[in-house]
């Protein structure tokens, strides 16, 4: 299965200023294939330490106080291999079960950063949290007390499959081609074939196991879903591995709830939708476990439509959804006919399906902020969800033939400068405020207009940088001294405020300031 990451894995590599790497994201979303298969096209061989497994002799260099030399030279001793610069990938898995490892991973990049060292681990947001909250009942294992080696490692997330990467999985290679890299034209050729697909995957969903069993058999609808159920079972779990008995229960409540609670607005002080009387300090450090691990979206509320809206987030009110709209189709029993074949059946939920695939589309894109939704009460108003692109993206987002969202449209008609998406079953279409998109095109559309962003940004970069070269600032003080006499941008003696405004950005103390 070809992943997005596996070309973020190359770059990481041939970037001259790496640090080991740590690939974070929810269990079973193909983070050590991936990194398995990393290795084995781009490396000479691979050193795996499986930190699941508790006879691995390498696990004890970690509590001996080695330096980072001596525990690679001791590793490749035990793997009775080599270890090389460059040449020889060294793979920590399931990090989690020694999270002291982070705190390793500051060593290697301080002292040995020749080496290609990558870590994954799948549920580091509840062991970087801490197993006890508000309760000594639990203990946690050796390695508490250890911190996370901020500026020291490089970092990437993992997410499900994407829709794209999805019907390359399915043998569709020409179709996703097509979706990534025809004009909307085209892809409107064949909008049938994708709003098809596109079903299938709603109920499928983008966990890989789940996709292999898919194509092994598309006939065998109930083998799919007992996949989906074992996961849920797995996480559930993970729940009392990771936390306190009474936080573990608190999480399971929460996932099972996702169904009944989607496109619902949640506030902090009030869970009751969650568990009947409940208040948010008793959930509020849960829902927060359960997102830094990856298992949900947590969608925070901004109370205005202006940049940065990062400025007027409100985390005390937020929505939820999965991490994968399969595994929601799970959590709420609904049948492959009712999704795949019956356009007419749960047409109100389909509507959070329809957002829980849009959020879980733009969080595997290349767009690495955060999503919002907005909302106001005097008047009332709410958009499903805005982005902080190079200007605030608002997008509204329905499964059936109906589009028109009166909040929608007003915020468009009061702010005329905006471009906003409506994302439906229609196929492409664009005006001089609304780019209307089918659910298929998310994903890469929000790439296309990402790369068009870094495009122009590099662009200006680029302009910059040469007004800022050697040659053109030796040009500039020649004007200045032909202009105001020789010599004086060079006296040091000179008092800064003495200086004329325009020769005050070439003084040397100045340019000392400004690192030209």
């Known amino acids: 299965m070809e992943r997005d990451i596996y070309e973020k894995l190359v770059n990481w590599k041939n970037n001259p200023y790496r640090k080991p790497l740590i690939v974070d994201g929810a269990r079973q979303v193909g983070k050590t294939w991936i990194i398995e298969d990393f290795g084995k096209r781009n490396y000479k061989n691979i050193v795996k330490i499986d930190f699941r497994d508790d006879n691995e002799p390498a696990l004890a260099l970690f509590q001996k106080g080695y330096g980072p030399e001596r525990i690679l030279q001791q590793i490749a001793f035990l793997k009775n291999t080599s270890i090389e610069p460059e040449k020889t990938l060294v793979f920590f898995d399931e990090i989690q079960k020694r999270p002291a490892i982070l705190e390793a991973m500051k060593s290697f990049c301080e002292q040995v950063p020749q080496y290609n060292i990558v870590a994954a681990g799948s549920m580091l947001g509840f062991v970087l949290m801490g197993k006890n909250i508000g309760t000594k009942t639990d203990t946690t294992p050796e390695d508490d007390g250890f911190s996370f080696p901020v500026g020291k490692v490089d970092s990437l997330t993992m997410y499900p499959m994407n829709f794209y990467e999805f019907l390359n999985a399915c043998g569709l290679n020409k179709l996703a081609h097509l979706l990534r890299y025809g004009d909307p034209e085209e892809i409107s050729e064949y909008h049938n074939e994708f709003m098809y697909y596109l079903r299938i995957y709603m109920y499928t969903g983008g966990m890989p196991e789940v996709i292999k069993t898919f194509t092994r058999n598309p006939n065998d609808i109930p083998s799919v879903r007992k996949k989906q159920k074992e996961l849920l079972n797995g996480y559930q779990h993970d729940f009392s591995k990771y936390n306190n008995a009474k936080d573990a229960e608190k999480m399971k409540l ?114 690495n902020g955060e999503i919002y939704y907005f909302s106001s009460e005097n008047p009332h108003s709410e958009i499903d969800f805005c982005l902080q692109m190079d200007k605030i993206v608002p997008i509204e987002v329905k499964w059936g033939r109906k589009t028109e969202s009166k909040s929608f449209s007003n915020y468009l008609k009061n702010n005329p400068e905006t471009k906003g998406i409506r994302i439906s079953q229609k196929q492409f279409g664009e005006t001089d405020q609304i780019v209307s998109i089918p659910h298929y095109m998310i994903g890469e559309y929000i790439n296309m207009k990402l790369r068009q962003f870094y495009e122009k940004e590099v662009g200006v970069l680029d302009e910059w940088t040469k007004k800022m070269e050697p040659k053109n600032i030796e040009k500039l003080e020649q004007e200045l001294e032909e202009k105001y006499g020789k010599g004086v941008t060079n006296d040091t003696s000179v008092p800064e405020d003495s200086l004329p405004k325009k020769e005050q950005r070439t003084h040397p103390q100045i340019r000392k300031k400004m690192k030209i």
Do not use: W
């Open 254 to 367: 929460i996932l099972n709830s996702l169904p009944r609670q989607l496109e619902r607005e949640i506030k902090v002080a009030e869970y009751g939708i969650i568990e009947s009387g409940k208040h948010g300090r008793e959930y509020k450090e849960p829902v927060v476990r359960m997102a830094n691990t990856g298992l949900i979206y947590k969608v925070n509320r901004t109370t205005h439509m202006q940049s940065p809206l990062a400025t007027y987030e409100d985390e005390t009110h937020f929505k939820m959804y999965p991490l994968d709209c399969g595994l929601l189709g799970a959590l709420a029993n609904v049948s492959a006919r009712e999704m795949i074949l019956n356009d007419g059946a749960l047409e109100e939920f389909k509507g959070s399906f329809a957002e829980t695939f849009v959020v879980q589309q733009i969080a595997a894109s290349n767009y």
